[in-house]
């Protein structure tokens, strides 16, 4: 029964990390360890990363694993959801327009956009050609149908 909650949660949370499936399943730290090191053993579940591992069943394709590692990310998925939300209208956002809008740092702002960028979710766009000032630069989805399918599809 218990090894059914911990498979469970995976499945319904693909790439959710060792912490969080002992906080949601309220399961002592060795009860969620031997159900893991069980379910790894019997080949349904798969772990990507080292250190900070992420638990996946079996059947999630590789490329999509990457996807919602990222999108796992508490400030990446809420710049992705904001750039989601307003991708109906072609609102393309600033830098700035997107650290008001979730109320971080420029900084962390920064360090998001560029893995979302370098994992192909997000595109980069220069909004005024005739000038070569960053604050020119926006940021939209690169690909709505296919983040909407990974929505969907994985709970993000």
Do not use: W
């Not at 969620?32 to 053993?41: A, D, N, T």
């Not at 962390?108 to 994992?119: D, F, G, H, P």
């Not at 940021?139 to 909407?148: F, P, T």
């Amino acid at each position: 029964m218990r090894k059914e909650i911990v498979t469970d949660l995976i499945k319904k949370m693909p790439g959710i990390s060792y912490n969080e499936i002992v906080r949601k399943t309220k399961l002592s730290n060795g009860v969620v360890s031997h159900h893991i090191m069980k379910l790894i053993e019997n080949k349904e579940i798969e772990k990507e990363g080292i250190n900070r591992g992420k638990y996946f069943l079996k059947k999630i394709p590789k490329k999509d694993r990457i996807v919602i590692i990222v999108l796992r990310q508490k400030t990446n998925n809420e710049i992705f959801k904001l750039l989601m939300k307003n991708s109906i209208n072609g609102k393309i956002f600033t830098q700035n327009e997107i650290s008001d809008e979730i109320q971080k740092s420029a900084s962390t702002i920064s360090v998001s956009l560029r893995e979302l960028q370098k994992n192909n979710i997000i595109e980069r766009i220069i909004m005024n050609n005739s000038s070569k000032i960053t604050n020119d630069l926006g940021y939209k989805i690169l690909n709505e149908n296919l983040c909407a399918k990974y929505i969907k599809k994985y709970n993000l």
